[in-house]
């Protein structure tokens, strides 16, 4: 599956962001989704994740209440509603899908993605 994630830009601290990924292909409700972030001169990071009939969420604990992944698999689209950002939030987000079959315990573990996006630049400025 092919990702492209959007909705990426300048806000500021307080602010409102929606990202979207949209994916190819008609299999995208056969596939769990994520959302990781990597910051200026720091490792890439999980954030959120969903699964593919969208029954279970995961929040990293630094966005737990105040970001929401969601989906709509007949759109074949994946969100993340990013309310309250902080300047800490600023990074180049990317969403990834796997189909792993252990997805509610490696959810947050890069390496079990199989297919990534190009990533989508939030700065948040104080």
């Known amino acids: 599956v092919q990702l492209q994630a959007s909705g990426g830009g300048l806000v500021q601290a307080g602010d409102s962001l929606r990202l979207s990924c949209a994916t190819s292909?008609?299999?995208?409700?056969?596939?769990?989704a994520g959302w990781f972030r990597q910051a200026p001169g720091k490792d890439r990071e999980f954030v959120a994740a969903i699964r593919r009939d969208g029954t279970a969420t995961y929040y990293a604990d630094y966005v737990k209440g105040r970001f929401t992944i969601s989906r709509l698999n007949a759109k074949n689209t994946v969100y993340l509603q990013m309310n309250s950002l902080k300047p800490e939030d600023t990074a180049v987000y990317f969403c990834?899908?796997?189909?792993?079959?252990?997805?509610?315990?490696?959810?947050?573990?890069?390496?079990?993605?199989?297919?990534w996006g190009k990533g989508t630049l939030v700065t948040v400025s104080s």
């Open positions: 990834a899908a796997t189909s792993t079959a252990s997805y509610s315990s490696y959810h947050a573990t890069e390496r079990v993605y199989a297919s």
């Open positions: 292909g008609r299999t995208f409700r056969n596939y769990h």
